[in-house]
Antibody
Framework: EVQLVESGGGLIQPGGSLRLSCAAS????????MNWVRQAPGKGLEWVSI???????HYADSVKGRFTISRDNSKNTLYLQMNSLRAEDTALYYC??????WGQGTLVTVSS | IVMTQTPLSLSVTPGQPASISCKSS???????????LYWSLQKPGQPPQLLIY???NRFSGVPDRFSGSGSGTDFTLKISRVEAEDVGVYYC?????????FGQGTKLEIK
């Protein structure tokens, strides 16, 4: 059974950093395109970042230069390093295997 | 690519049909012949769950009362007979071009 479990969210001050993790089971993160998608409170879905099977990465303009997606094949885990956080980054962050399987999300709140 | 859904809300009597439209600002047909349009449902308090991939293919376990159709820039999700468990927000999404983009969402309620 495919499972994705996000962790690492929390309350952080503007300008701070957080690293989100997404532990996968039932498949290998290196064998699929992996996405991060976020949802601000009461809002719709916003794609954030992708890492392709080959390792190429892409980012939404809103996070480019501040966020970094990566994976650890030995731990079968996807990461999102978030730096220079802003209030508008406040959201529930989901990791997704392509578009087929989603985790439950981890909440990031950026506030002083 | 801008994805525009209509309507933004829908109130349906159980057993009645429902239809949601999704229009994209550019064609979602890729050079490999596939059209990268998806439909997902986000039930209250849950992550999105995939219903339909590549316009018209039901994902594993999705009831056959859900169907997708369309081509190019115009797409439709139809529910033949709405059930109480179908409440939530429906999103279309494209992955033919980065950044991937979602529609605004259509909230389905039961009358």
């Amino acid at each position: 059974e495919v499972q994705l479990v996000e962790s690492g969210g929390g309350l952080i001050q503007p300008g701070g950093s957080l690293r989100l993790s997404c532990a996968a089971s039932g498949f290998t993160v290196s064998g699929d395109h992996m996405n991060w998608v976020r949802q601000a409170p009461g809002k719709g879905l916003e794609w954030v970042s992708i890492i392709y099977i080959g390792g190429t990465t892409h980012y939404a303009d809103s996070v480019k230069g501040r966020f970094t997606i990566s994976r650890d094949n030995s731990k079968n885990t996807l990461y999102l390093q978030m730096n220079s956080l802003r209030a508008e980054d406040t959201a529930l962050y989901y990791c997704a295997r392509g578009v087929t399987n989603w985790g439950q999300g981890t909440l990031v709140t950026v506030s002083s | 690519i801008v994805m525009t859904q209509t309507p933004l809300s829908l109130s349906v009597t159980p057993g009645q049909p429902a239809s949601i439209s999704c229009k994209s600002s550019q064609s979602l047909l890729y050079s490999d012949g596939k059209t990268y349009l998806y439909w997902s449902l986000q039930k209250p308090g849950q992550p999105p769950q995939l219903l339909i991939y590549e316009v018209s293919n039901r994902f594993s376990g999705v009831p056959d009362r859900f169907s997708g159709s369309g081509s190019g820039t115009d797409f439709t999700l139809k529910i033949s007979r709405v059930e109480a468990e179908d409440v939530g927000v429906y999103y279309c999404m494209q992955s033919v071009q980065l950044p991937y983009t979602f529609g605004q969402g259509t909230k389905l309620e039961i009358k």
